[in-house]
Nanobody, 121 residues
Framework: QVQLVESGGGLVQAGGSLRLSCAAS????????MGWFRQAPGKEREFVVV????????GYADSVKGRFTISRDNAKNTVYLQMNSLKPEDTALYYC??????????????WGQGTQVTVSS
């Protein structure tokens, strides 16, 4: 069983930066691929980024490529999402997820409660 707790969300102006963190419980954290999804009001949950269990492989949605960077520290059971050059369209509830694959929410097993990111224009 893995529990995920996100933090680091907030209100930022367009062009600004935020770093999200996702702290995971459980000794098996380092075995899992990790990912971030986001959901804006009235929209479906969408894929943002994934990182392999070792951190050596990553995959980004086209909408965030070049602006967002995912990383993980397996010793700290934590995954990070550095978000730069934020745009109003990045406004959403950001969810951390573990143990899965692909860009569909149904492909992932564990989910956090989400952290809100709001980007003002």
């Amino acid at each position: 069983q893995v529990q995920l707790v996100e933090s680091g969300g907030g209100l930022v102006q367009a062009g600004g930066s935020l770093r999200l963190s996702c702290a995971a419980s459980g000794r098996t954290f380092r075995r899992y691929a990790m990912g971030w999804f986001r959901q804006a009001p009235g929209k479906e949950r969408e894929f943002v980024v994934v990182i392999s269990w070792s951190g050596s492989n990553t995959g980004y949605a086209d909408s965030v490529k070049g602006r967002f960077t995912i990383s993980r520290d397996n010793a700290k059971n934590t995954v990070y999402l550095q978000m730069n050059s934020l745009k109003p369209e990045d406004t959403a509830l950001y969810y951390c997820t573990a143990d899965g694959a692909g860009d569909r929410p149904g492909g992932w097993h564990y989910w956090g409660q989400g952290t809100q990111v709001t980007v003002s224009s």
